[in-house]
T-cell receptor, first 114, second 113 residues
């Protein structure tokens, strides 16, 4: 399977600032990555599909201007939470799609907005 | 649309007890089914999967059989250990939904010594 890393593993920021989260595929050329959000004791909610070299596809209800996704290379996708607010505090998880039905997950990034 | 319903938790068991976590699904097409495990503060790890009806996925003593007739994929383990304490997610990936996955709400398992 693919080895996926995320950076940072946790971040605390002030309300109104922007935060960038990186997702790296260490050993697989990833044309497709997924970004998920997970609230405490809840399931994963798919936010968007990140496609290398093209625009991300956002799920219904996810603000694309709020959550900027850039997938500029086959090994890196970034999620930028712009003008973060306390309600954006969550656990953000990325995954790398390695086949039609297979994905490998990163360790997650915990964001706390004060 | 696709959906996954899994047994509500939390589930608390003694070490060496038998584990069952129920999972049922609805989907168009012919989905693949997965169980993922999440340890505290970490991302998800694939535990096992099955890609067609009657397939049995197995790993680390856990098993689940793809039952098309009952649209189920129940997770079982004959003898749990304290180290199995985690959150377990049932999920499906449908070939009619651009390869996206749908997750259940997760079941928290705590195993006591």
């Amino acid at each position: 399977g693919a080895v996926v890393s995320q950076h940072p593993s946790w971040v605390i920021c002030k309300s109104g600032t922007s935060v960038k989260i990186e997702c790296r595929s260490l050993d697989f050329q990833a044309t497709t990555m997924f970004w998920y959000r997970q609230f405490p004791k809840q399931s994963l909610m798919l936010m968007a599909t990140s496609n290398e070299g093209s625009k991300a596809t956002y799920e219904q209800g996810v603000e694309k201007d709020k959550f900027l996704i850039n997938h500029a290379s086959l090994t890196l996708s970034t999620l930028t939470v712009t003008s973060a607010h306390p309600e954006d505090s969550s656990f953000y998880i990325c995954s790398v799609r390695t086949g039609p039905e297979t994905q490998y997950f990163g360790p997650g990034t915990r964001l706390l907005v004060l | 649309g696709d959906s996954v319903t899994q047994m509500e938790g939390p589930v608390t068991l003694s070490e060496e007890a038998f584990l069952t976590i129920n999972c049922t699904y609805t989907a168009t097409g012919y989905p693949s089914l997965f169980w993922y495990v999440q340890y505290p503060g970490e991302g998800l790890q694939l535990l096992l999967k099955a890609t067609k009806a009657d397939d049995k996925g197995s790993n680390k003593g856990f098993e689940a059989t793809y039952r098309k007739e009952t649209t189920s994929f129940h997770l079982e383990k004959g003898s749990v250990q304290v180290s199995d304490s985690a959150v377990y997610f049932c999920a499906l990936t449908s070939n009619t939904n651009a390869g996206k996955s749908t997750f259940g709400d997760g079941t928290t398992l705590t195993v006591k010594p």
